[in-house]
């Protein structure tokens, strides 16, 4: 099954820009395996931020985009806040399977 | 608004069988792709298995053959029966629907003691 690729930890300032990549062992990022990215902080359940390569939910901050980079998904943080510190993983659909990446540590210092 | 609710975890020996519920409301589990996810406390979640809207359903590698996904449209419940449990599947167990949105449910915990 296929490996997905994240950076393990990124820093970004307060009111910094940070954009975490999610990539694949089978090749190109496309919009055909609708990347999602997903929020987790220590104890609580990971919250949806982009579903699709880049929807959102009602309840993702707008500071929060998703694209496709390079052959890669990508989730941009912009205007980084305090709250913002946590773990991200993005998800990807193949055909018959999806898998998870190992997830990014964001802090923001 | 979304709401899906799993139950059914519990604490088991190996060997042992177990069946998780995931009640939604808010979606129809017929109309959405829905997949199992696990989670050990400080890890990464890991994807376990899939149903598609049509019905078909995958499992991962590391589950198949053992667990078995269904649903029950007339009770908007997914299913996921899981058979020769081993301590390696112990987890948080959720149902995420992945289908013109994602929505977690909260969880049932899984514990496989030896």
């Known amino acids: 099954q296929a490996v997905v690729t994240q950076e393990p930890s990124l820093t970004v300032s307060p009111g910094g820009t940070v954009t975490l990549t999610c990539g694949s062992s089978?090749?190109?990022?496309?919009?055909?395996?609708?990347p999602h990215w997903f929020q987790q902080k220590p104890g609580q359940v990971p919250r949806t931020l982009i579903f699709d390569t880049n929807n959102k939910h009602s309840w993702t901050p707008a500071r929060f985009s998703g694209s496709l980079l390079g052959g890669k998904a990508a989730l941009t943080l912009s205007g980084a806040q305090p709250e913002d510190e946590a773990e991200y993983y993005c998800l990807l659909s193949y055909n018959g399977a999806y898998a998870f990446g190992a997830g990014t540590k964001v802090t923001v210092l | 608004e979304v709401h899906l609710v799993e139950s059914g975890g519990g604490l088991v020996q190996p060997g042992a069988s177990l069946r998780l519920s995931c009640a939604a409301s808010?979606?129809?589990?017929?109309?959405?792709?829905m997949i199992w996810v696990r989670q050990v406390p400080g890890k990464g979640p890991e994807w376990v298995s899939l149903?598609?809207?049509?019905?078909?359903?995958y499992y991962a590698d590391s589950v198949k053959g053992r667990f078995t996904l269904s649903r029950d449209n007339s009770k908007n419940t997914l299913y996921l029966q899981m058979n020769s449990l081993r301590p390696e599947d112990t987890a948080l167990y959720h149902c995420?629907?992945?289908?013109?949105?994602?929505?977690w449910g909260q969880g049932t915990l899984v514990t496989v003691f030896s």
């Open positions: 089978t090749g190109a990022v496309t919009s055909t395996h609708y």
């Open positions: 149903m598609y809207v049509g019905g078909a359903t």
């Open positions: 995420v629907s992945v289908y013109g949105g994602s929505y």
């Open positions: 808010g979606l129809a589990v017929s109309n959405s792709n």
